[in-house]
């Protein structure tokens, strides 16, 4: 069964950090974009940030400068640093993975997704 497992969530006061891991399990995803989204309640699910297979990366204009996505040696597991956190980063983090070359900001367009992973940041 394919799946993609993230980790590194949790509680942290505003102007810290986390690093959010996603190990695929089942398939190899050395070749496939991976990124990261992120949904609050009520809202709809969004881009954060996109990572390709040749290392290219896109972000969300909120968090340009503050993240940084990128593949491990093996290219399987894929981080997002996440430093100088604020209370709206609040949410829950989906790790994705689309077949296609282009990290796309529509959810449409990745097929495969984590259980996702909360992270709460703190006034």
């Known amino acids: 069964q394919v799946q993609l497992v993230e980790s590194g969530g949790g509680l942290v006061q505003a102007g810290g950090s986390l690093r959010l891991s996603c190990a695929p399990s089942?398939?190899?995803?050395?070749?496939?974009?991976m990124g990261w989204f992120r949904q609050t309640p009520g809202k709809e699910r969004e881009f954060v940030a996109g990572?390709?297979?040749?290392?290219?990366?896109n972000y969300a204009d909120s968090v340009t400068g503050r993240f940084t996505i990128s593949r491990g040696n093996a290219k399987n597991t894929v981080y997002l640093q996440m430093n100088s956190l604020k209370p709206e980063d609040t949410a829950v983090y989906y790790c994705?993975?689309?077949?296609?070359?282009?990290?796309?900001?529509?959810?449409?367009?990745?097929?495969?997704w984590g259980q996702g992973t909360q992270v709460n940041v703190s006034s």
């Open positions: 994705a993975a689309a077949a296609g070359r282009l990290a796309s900001r529509s959810v449409d367009s990745w097929g495969l």
């Open positions: 089942g398939h190899t995803f050395g070749t496939y974009t």
């Open positions: 990572i390709t297979s040749s290392g290219s990366t």
